[in-house]
Structures are given as structure tokens and as C-alpha cells.
């Protein structure tokens, strides 16, 4: 993950060698952060479509399907940086434990929301591959997934929403008449890869999603879990309100 860091230099020290060692681990933190950013980034545009889709199954099921295995892809690449984060705090690297954690609400809602991403997307795919004839249990199991998930989601976008976009932009935004970077390039390809390798799996699950459009013409219009989950998010939102997220 190294290699995904800026070769940005830093503020001069007292010592050329630790000059080195601090650029060094100054680029690889806002190589990561804005690795992280851009991964949030293209997850929040799939995730509104996943919720717009969701609203009208009936209609857009190829399409939520579709997208719901392409955003595993970008997943990928945010669990990855994020726990690249994690690895490098928690084992004293010096320039990230500069940086510092995420504030204590957002450390422990981090691995619920992993866990329960996971679940969604999990239990999503194998309904694909299953079909609605063997679901079984994974059909409850993604609506009560889902359900939990919106909540924890709509708390992580609302103590992020405003850092994120000012994180891209700063990656793409040239300095005192420098070129883009490297590292910039590198970003942005790894978040296209994870993107394309998602749209290749989805390719290849799609046939599995005809029997679901039988199943979604006796369906209800909107799925209760949806109406729920919405409703508990809007209540943990102004619940949370108060805690300092940024």
C-alpha cells in the first residue's frame, strides 16, 4: 500500500535522514486517506443507487442486483485501506500515529459497519446465485441485514460527507506548477480496477437474476426492511447528533 502514497515533500528538519523518514510516512498517510476518499467516494454514488433501486424493485431489480455486486469491487479497496490504516496505528508506525485514530464513536461503529456491509452484500450475492426457489434463510437475513446496516451507513456518510469530496479534490488539484503525481495515477487505477473486476463478476451472475424479476412482480412495491431501516436511520442520526464526529 506503499506505493499508493504521494511523492510529496514536507516541511524541512533539523536532519536530512529524518527529513526522508518523515516525507516518507507524510505521503504514505495522504496516500491512504485519500485512497480511503476515493473508494467512499464511488461507494456512496452505487449505494444511492442500491437505495433508489431498492424503492422500486419491481421495475429496477437488474439494476440493483447488477450494481450490488459491482460495489463489492470499491468495498474491497475502502476494507483494505482502512485496515492498512488500522495495522500501521496499531503497530506504532510513526507518521499514523501522528495522524491519530478516528474519534471513539467512529472506532466503534467501524467494525459493526464492516461486519454488517459485509452481511448485505454477502447474503445479496447468494440470493443471486441461489435464486428465490432455494433462498432459504439468506432472504431474511439480507432484509434484517439491511435494516441494521442503514443505520450504521447513514452515521459514517454523515461524520464523513464533508471531508471526502475536499480529499479528492486536493489529490487532483496541481501545486506550485507541479504535475500530477504518480501516486494520483495509481489511486485512481486501483479504484477503476476494483470497479471493472466488480462489473465482470456481475456480468457473470446476472443470468442468475431472471428468476428474481418472476419473484419482484408479487412482491410489495417497497420493501418493508427499506421503510424501516430508513426510519431507525433518520431516529440514530439525531440520536448521534450530539457526539463529535469530525
Not at 491519530?100 to 448485505?120: A, E, F, Y
Not at 432484509?143 to 450504521?152: C, E, P
Request: include cysteine; proline fraction near 7%.
Amino acid at each position: 500500500m506503499k506505493s499508493l502514497s504521494d511523492n510529496e515533500s514536507v516541511r524541512p528538519s533539523g536532519s536530512t535522514v529524518m527529513d526522508g523518514e518523515n516525507g516518507e510516512g507524510r505521503s504514505g498517510v495522504v496516500g491512504n486517506e485519500r485512497l480511503t476518499a476515493l473508494a467512499s467516494a464511488v461507494l456512496l454514488v452505487l449505494i444511492l443507487v442500491e437505495l433508489v433501486s431498492s424503492a422500486y424493485l419491481r421495475a429496477l431489480l437488474p439494476t440493483h442486483v447488477f450494481v450490488g455486486v459491482v460495489l463489492a469491487g470499491p468495498l474491497l479497496v475502502k476494507i483494505g485501506s482502512t485496515f492498512y490504516r488500522f495495522l500501521c496505528y496499531y503497530t506504532r508506525s510513526p507518521a499514523f500515529v501522528r495522524k491519530g485514530p478516528p474519534h471513539l464513536p467512529l472506532r466503534v461503529l467501524g467494525p459493526l459497519l464492516i461486519v454488517s456491509t459485509l452481511v448485505v452484500v454477502g447474503s445479496g450475492i447468494g440470493l443471486v446465485v441461489t435464486g428465490p426457489a432455494q433462498a432459504g434463510s439468506l432472504l431474511p437475513l439480507h432484509n434484517l441485514s439491511v435494516l441494521v446496516w442503514l443505520s450504521m451507513i447513514a452515521i459514517h456518510v454523515f461524520a464523513y460527507i464533508w471531508r471526502t469530496p475536499r480529499l479528492v479534490a486536493d489529490d487532483w488539484r496541481k501545486q506550485s506548477g507541479r504535475s500530477l503525481t504518480p501516486g494520483r495515477w495509481l489511486r485512481l487505477s486501483v479504484n477503476i480496477g476494483a470497479l471493472l473486476l466488480g462489473a465482470f463478476a456481475a456480468i457473470l451472475l446476472f443470468p442468475g437474476a431472471t428468476p428474481w424479476l418472476v419473484w419482484s412482480q408479487t412482491s410489495q412495491t417497497i420493501p418493508a426492511p427499506l421503510i424501516v431501516g430508513m426510519l431507525v436511520a433518520t431516529l440514530m442520526l439525531l440520536v448521534t447528533r450530539p457526539l463529535r464526529w469530525r
